[in-house]
């Protein structure tokens, strides 16, 4: 028996055929016959997880001749208790890794979540399309029985320090332009199987959820008085890629794997309910300092176009010195496809490019291969709307109301923004605090070590 | 007595594709609970329509809302009527002798699970004998299309099928579009023959 690696899969016993996920692939890693069941081709998927949120061939409760539905959990690495109707197209579990490792008291138990889940948790607990929960989110993290429920916010301000320098040190000292980001890593993934001369072009930083797993078994592990060894770093994630990269062999710069396991926001919905607390009866909670401290900045990263604002907001302060005129970069804002636009900081005329739904980029890249590129930074987002549209997040069950869970979770995003009182990266006093007691500077020998990476052409 | 004929909601074989996403909407908007997303359905997808997908043909079938409903004539508690042009199943009327599912010659009727709240609901009445003890049995109950009559968008199925493949017959509208159609393409033919 071979073993198969693939995060995202087709039930064999479910798919009708149809192709709807075949279609909105972006990389076309589904293949198949019209009418008869399709298979993912594992190299090439980049794990977007957006077939999974597509896919409409349910199991019918009371079908005979198929696998039941108590084998299906288990082979899907579902919680036995989830009550919800199972598709064709799922991505593989971990709830019960992290149930386990909730139950262990040897394990120092620390948290991260991303931006874009708090924007549509609770609808998975019946609250409307893009409900803004931070508050019950870590409360219900609380909850569960994690020690310290940190935040990905927290080191997305941190990629912004080291992004932002990266960014500034490319352009006046001659680096590889365009930088793209690297925070997306379905986008990544496809960097290094498709186009791998282009590689050098990708920050060399680690995505916010990579950073975070380092810190918290360096940094973290200091601060609480504990043996890093003894860290259960777990993340959630609006994300199905981010179970691959947190899997990557080069994510241990802390010694050990810097993100044990990673949940997508539906299956921390359902871990939730297994331990039976009531999410929406929930009494707001804080975030734990310091690795939990965020800005506006840091969770703008969520929706497209969120991670140009809140580099622009520190880069512009940067170079000029001055703070950016309006901290609302609102041409950086938009939907899906590619936007391009010239922002003046000081002297420098930045021109960038935003793109999100990763079969859209194909066309830019093409033109820099071409050598036609006038840009100097790209940010590049695989999912449709950026990751509040993610293949993690819960699955609107009619297709006439996607749309409108997308634009409400992008909405709440910039309210949830707009009303922090911290809403630049480089103001949030736990990010000065960790370059003054551990990092030393953006770039310097430590940040080097533990929050850039290097990528690897694949075959895909 | 009205005389309109009643709508019925039928499938384009040339353009269903089989996805199903017909039948996943049909259940969600008959939940008695607020359903969105997949986490909050909390029961099993239970739909009005059925796919039927073999090497020859690929469409949903669906309740055509006859005149003479066939379901209607044969049920022996009266729990079928016309409700404002549509064939309508009184839930709570059902015996689930299932006399309605033989009649139906489109098999647009099916016998399934009663759930409120969440809830499977049980008999009141009818126990289950097993080995040692009597236990619960369930609420088996006549389901079928109801034309989406309390929804303010009409049809689900037919709002959210990806290929259009789904569509609301007005018999009558259907029947004038075709006497137009006719006529039409017989001026073309009878043109060419006119010098």
């Given amino acids: 028996m071979s073993v198969d690696l693939g995060i995202i899969k087709i039930d064999q016993e479910l798919c009708t055929g149809c192709r709807r996920c075949a279609e909105i692939c972006p990389v076309n890693a589904i293949e198949g016959n019209q009418g008869e069941p399709q298979t993912i081709n594992v190299e090439r998927c980049v794990v977007c997880g957006q077939c999974v949120q597509k896919c409409s061939a349910y199991a019918a409760a009371f079908e005979e001749g198929i696998t039941s539905r108590d084998v299906k959990l288990v082979e899907r690495g579902m919680l036995t208790s989830v009550k919800e109707p199972l598709f064709a197209a799922y991505n593989v579990g971990h709830a019960k890794v992290v149930k386990d490792g909730l139950a262990n008291p040897t394990l120092f138990k620390v948290v991260q979540s991303a931006p874009a889940v708090r924007v549509a948790i609770a609808e998975e607990f019946g609250l409307p399309l893009g409900s803004l929960t931070p508050g019950k989110m870590a409360a219900a993290l609380h909850s569960l029985g994690f020690d310290k429920v940190y935040d990905t916010n927290f080191t997305a301000d941190l990629t912004i320090m080291e992004e932002g320098s990266e960014l500034i040190e490319r352009v006046t000292k001659g680096g590889t332009l365009p930088m793209f980001t690297s925070c997306c890593p379905a986008w990544v993934k496809f960097v290094e199987q498709a186009y791998p001369e282009l590689i050098p072009h990708l920050s060399s930083c680690k995505s916010p959820q990579q950073m975070a797993g380092v810190v918290f078994k360096t940094y973290g592990a200091k601060i609480n008085n504990i043996e890093p060894a003894r860290v259960f770093s777990v993340s959630i994630m609006p994300c199905t890629c981010k179970k691959f990269e947190c899997d990557r062999p080069e994510m241990n710069d802390s010694g050990f794997k810097d993100v044990d396991v990673v949940l997508t926001t539906r299956e921390l919905a359902n871990l939730i309910k297994d331990a039976g607390i009531d999410f929406n009866s929930l009494p707001e909670r804080e975030f734990d300092a310091p690795l939990g401290t965020y800005s506006g900045a840091g969770t703008i990263f969520g929706a497209t176009g969120g991670v140009m604002e809140a580099a622009l907001r520190t880069a512009y302060e940067l170079i000029t010195k001055q703070p950016i005129p309006d901290v609302d970069v609102k041409i950086a804002r938009g939907g899906e496809g590619v936007r391009r636009t010239t922002v003046q900081v000081g002297d420098l005329e930045l021109k960038v490019v935003i793109v999100s739904g990763l079969k859209h980029v194909v066309p830019v890249l093409e033109e820099i291969k071409a050598g036609k590129a006038d840009f100097h930074f790209m940010e590049v987002m695989t999912c449709p709307v950026g990751c509040v549209s993610g293949g993690g997040q819960p699955k609107v069950l009619l297709e006439t109301e996607k749309e409108t869970a997308h634009q409400n979770r992008t909405a709440a995003t910039y309210e949830h923004d707009a009303k922090l009182a911290l809403r630049k990266s480089h103001e949030n006093p736990d990010i000065k605090k960790i370059y003054d007691e551990f990092l030393g500077e953006p770039l310097g020998h430590e940040s080097h070590h533990l929050l850039h990476t290097k990528y690897t052409a694949r075959k895909g | ?195």
């Fill in chain 2, 1 to 195: 007595m009205s005389t309109k004929l009643n709508c019925f909601v039928v499938a384009d074989p040339s353009k269903c594709i089989g996805c199903k996403a017909c039948e996943v909407a049909c259940a969600v908007v008959h939940c008695d609970s607020e359903v969105t997303t997949v986490g909050t359905m909390e029961i099993p997808i239970i739909p009005r329509l059925y796919l039927v997908q073999t090497a020859e043909v690929t469409m949903p079938i669906q309740c055509r809302h006859c005149e003479d409903a066939p379901c209607a004539n044969v049920c022996p508690v009266g729990a079928i009527t016309q409700e404002d042009n549509a064939i309508i199943v009184k839930e709570e009327s059902c015996v689930g002798c299932k006399t309605c599912l033989m009649a139906c010659p489109f098999g647009a009727i099916d016998l399934v699970p009663r759930y409120k709240e969440g809830e499977l609901m049980a008999q009141i009445g009818l126990k289950a004998q097993t080995d040692d003890e009597l236990s619960e049995k369930a609420q088996l109950i006549a389901n079928k299309c109801d034309l989406c009559s309390d929804r303010g968008k009409g049809p689900a199925c037919v709002e959210v099928c990806p290929q259009k493949a789904l569509n609301v017959i007005n018999p009558a509208k259907e029947k004038k579009n075709r006497n137009q159609e006719a006529a039409l393409s017989l001026l073309d033919a009878v043109k060419k023959f006119i010098s």
